[in-house]
């Protein structure tokens, strides 16, 4: 097959897991296979290629190589925020915020000059 599997479990369907509940899982959850990387892997290839071959197998599934298999999941996904750090050029990092302290009423704050204080 040319198409490389997506091993993305958002492209599941219902349909899919109802499926394999019936067939190789043998009325197991296909959700119990999740907690497992490798079994959660060999569902995502069954659910896949069983919907156009529906004699393929999870023994079929176990044996798909991984130059068939496209590790990048969630390519439609947002990329993450870039986040800058000082040491690169662009916008200076904002200043953090003062927090109100509790002990002291606002506008009480302590005086950040240098000037002596004449107390």
């Not at 000082?86 to 953090?96: C, H, L, M, N, Q």
């Not at 002291?104 to 204080?117: A, F, M, N, V, Y």
């Amino acid at each position: 097959m040319s198409d490389k599997i997506s091993l993305d479990p958002k492209q599941l369907t219902m349909r899919d897991l109802k499926r394999a509940r019936a067939g190789p899982l043998e009325g197991r959850s296909p959700y119990d296979l999740f907690e497992d990387e490798l079994e959660s892997r060999v569902l995502v290839i069954w659910c896949v290629r069983s919907r156009d071959d529906p004699e393929f197998t999870w023994d079929d599934a176990q044996d798909v190589p991984y130059s068939d298999i496209s590790m990048r999941v969630g390519e439609d996904d947002d990329p993450p925020p870039l986040t800058g750090s000082s040491d690169e050029p662009g916008e200076p990092d904002a200043k953090p915020r003062r927090r109100p302290s509790p002990t002291r009423p606002p506008g009480s704050e302590p005086s950040t000059s240098s000037e002596p204080s004449s107390a």
